[in-house]
């Protein structure tokens, strides 16, 4: 867009996440968001040098300035960069708190990815952070970027389905990559569950439009059962097994070659513990009652197994007088409105939907560029908290053989 300054962007953490998603989409909408990464920040070295490649080679692809990115493994020194007016935060959940208190304090804008922290201390840190700072940052959350979720929040507010009671997601992914990384303990990313029910539980929360008040879960771990025979990784293993890690890389990367994950020893910042190594305390499967104060009822079914298939991820909602349910891998909606009377398919696809999460990361760079001219964000540090509530509520109540947890508990 003509006429519009350019923003420096630092990013601490630049791992997939923050150079492979948010700034190859900022590459991407550069024509409109003038987003400009100059600063880069990470524990890893080598990492730094992968994540400058990969960046320089995305910038290329889509005709974005490539400027010169700063490399530092000190957070402090990317917040203090006067060529930094934007800091994105996308470190592992775990080392979410200490950067995103650090860049609020410093009065830049900030965005955090979600879940917001591994555990309520952390996360009600980030909470009060937000307050001292006086403005909110913008969070992850994908779906609330994503063109087919808006519609469909669009829709329910204009009525067409009567008044909303009942709401349902369901999410089968076949998602191994949970036990093959840090997100494989709960004190590195809160669980599976946090990692991507935090997600659902921000959409429950969004689309109920009301707090959530009381929650029963089962769940387990039933796939990804600890072996004590197991390797320790998938590259000494030559198992035929259907859960290999694929290769955790930046995709300039040449293939083949160990990169930065290949060369990490920890389990905690190893790409490819195998799934079977003890360790893990992660559920692979939850299903979940809830009860909302406005009398809405939800469920939450989800597995980090199964195969993949267009219906991997849906939600749907049921009011007075009509039904809706989203289709995330399709982008479609199927409408039934006017007590069945009318039907039809709505496709959302926007020209963006095949880049990555169906087009939500070039849409939450837009908005974020809004956000950094002054506007509300989408979704805020208050939301990452009471999703994180709800995920511990759940993690409890599989913990007590499912009994009903209140969210009115003073320890959520
Ligand atoms: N919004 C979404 O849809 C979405 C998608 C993927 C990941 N995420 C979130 O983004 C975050 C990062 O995930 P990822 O997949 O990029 O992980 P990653 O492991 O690929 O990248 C994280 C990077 O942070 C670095 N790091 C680790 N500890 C650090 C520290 N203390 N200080 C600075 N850097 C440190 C690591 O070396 C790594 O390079 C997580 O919170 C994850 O849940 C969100």
Same mark, same amino acid.
């Given at each position: 867009?003509?006429?519009?300054?350019?923003?420096?962007?630092?990013?601490?953490?630049?791992?997939?996440?923050?150079?492979?998603?948010?700034?190859?989409?900022?590459?991407?909408?550069?024509?409109?968001?003038?987003?400009?990464?100059?600063?880069?920040?990470?524990?890893?070295?080598?990492?730094?040098?992968?994540?400058?490649?990969?960046?320089?080679?995305?910038?290329?692809?889509?005709?974005?300035?490539?400027?010169?990115?700063?490399?530092?493994?000190?957070?402090?020194?990317?917040?203090?960069?006067?060529?930094?007016?934007?800091?994105?935060?996308?470190?592992?959940?775990?080392?979410?708190?200490?950067?995103?208190?650090?860049?609020?304090?410093?009065?830049?804008?900030?965005?955090?990815?979600?879940?917001?922290?591994?555990?309520?201390?952390?996360?009600?840190?980030?909470?009060?952070?937000?307050?001292?700072?006086?403005?909110?940052?913008?969070?992850?959350?994908?779906?609330?970027?994503?063109?087919?979720?808006?519609?469909?929040? /669009?829709?329910? &507010?204009?009525?067409?389905? +009567? =008044?909303?009671?009942?709401?349902?997601?369901?999410?089968?992914?076949?998602? *191994? %990559?949970?036990?093959?990384?840090?997100?494989?303990?709960?004190?590195?990313?809160?669980?599976?569950?946090?990692?991507?029910?935090?997600?659902?539980?921000?959409?429950?929360?969004?689309?109920?439009?009301?707090?959530?008040?009381?929650?029963?879960?089962?769940?387990?771990?039933?796939?990804?059962?600890?072996?004590?025979?197991?390797?320790?990784?998938?590259?000494?293993?030559?198992?035929?097994?259907?859960?290999?890690?694929?290769?955790?890389?930046?995709?300039?990367?040449?293939?083949?070659?160990?990169?930065?994950?290949? /060369?990490?020893? &920890?389990?905690?910042?190893? +790409? =490819?513990?195998?799934?079977?190594?003890?360790?893990?305390?992660?559920?692979? *499967? %939850?299903?979940?009652?809830?009860?909302?104060?406005?009398?809405?009822?939800?469920?939450?079914?989800?597995?980090?197994?199964?195969?993949?298939?267009?219906?991997?991820?849906?939600?749907?909602?049921?009011?007075?007088?009509?039904?809706?349910?989203?289709?995330?891998?399709?982008?479609?909606?199927?409408?039934?409105?006017?007590?069945?009377?009318?039907?039809?398919?709505?496709?959302?696809?926007?020209?963006?939907?095949?880049?990555?999460?169906?087009?939500?990361?070039?849409?939450?760079?837009?908005?974020?560029?809004?956000?950094?001219?002054?506007?509300?964000?989408?979704?805020?540090?208050?939301?990452?908290?009471?999703?994180?509530?709800?995920?511990?509520?759940?993690?409890?109540?599989?913990?007590?053989?499912?009994?009903?947890?209140?969210?009115?508990?003073?320890?959520?």
């Amino acid at each position: 867009m003509q006429g519009r300054n350019t923003v420096g962007v630092g990013i601490i953490g630049s791992g997939l996440r923050g150079v492979s998603c948010l700034a190859a989409a900022m590459a991407a909408t550069w024509e409109e968001t003038r987003f400009e990464v100059r600063c880069l920040m990470d524990r890893n070295e080598e990492r730094l040098q992968e994540a400058q490649r990969h960046l320089k080679s995305v910038c290329a692809k889509h005709g974005a300035p490539q400027p010169d990115v700063r490399l530092t493994t000190d957070a402090q020194s990317l917040i203090d960069d006067p060529r930094v007016q934007m800091i994105l935060v996308t470190t592992p959940t775990y080392a979410h708190r200490e950067p995103a208190e650090a860049a609020l304090a410093s009065g830049k804008k900030v965005y955090l990815d979600k879940p917001i922290a591994a555990d309520l201390e952390d996360a009600a840190a980030i909470v009060d952070a937000e307050k001292r700072a006086g403005h909110p940052l913008i969070m992850g959350f994908t779906r609330r970027y994503e063109e087919p979720w808006r519609r469909a929040f /669009h829709l329910l &507010e204009t009525g067409v389905i +009567g =008044d909303l009671h009942m709401l349902q997601l369901r999410a089968v992914i076949f998602y *191994h %990559v949970y036990f093959h990384n840090w997100f494989r303990r709960r004190e590195w990313s809160g669980g599976a569950l946090n990692d991507k029910s935090a997600h659902h539980c921000d959409v429950l929360n969004w689309f109920a439009q009301s707090a959530c008040r009381r929650v029963a879960a089962f769940g387990g771990q039933r796939v990804y059962k600890p072996d004590p025979n197991a390797p320790v990784r998938c590259a000494e293993c030559d198992r035929d097994c259907p859960y290999r890690a694929n290769p955790r890389t930046f995709d300039s990367h040449p293939k083949g070659q160990p990169d930065s994950w290949g /060369h990490e020893t &920890e389990e905690l910042y190893r +790409g =490819d513990n195998c799934v079977y190594l003890p360790g893990s305390d992660s559920l692979d *499967h %939850v299903t979940a009652i809830l009860e909302y104060e406005n009398g809405v009822k939800a469920s939450l079914f989800w597995s980090v197994f199964g195969p993949p298939a267009p219906d991997e991820e849906t939600l749907e909602l049921v009011g007075s007088k009509g039904r809706l349910i989203l289709y995330r891998r399709t982008g479609t909606l199927d409408l039934v409105t006017d007590y069945g009377k009318r039907k039809e398919t709505i496709d959302c696809r926007t020209e963006d939907f095949q880049t990555s999460h169906f087009g939500a990361d070039r849409s939450l760079i837009r908005d974020m560029r809004r956000f950094y001219e002054g506007g509300e964000p989408p979704v805020r540090a208050t939301d990452g908290y009471e999703s994180l509530r709800m995920v511990r509520a759940m993690q409890e109540s599989v913990a007590n053989d499912g009994a009903l947890v209140s969210l009115a508990d003073s320890h959520l």
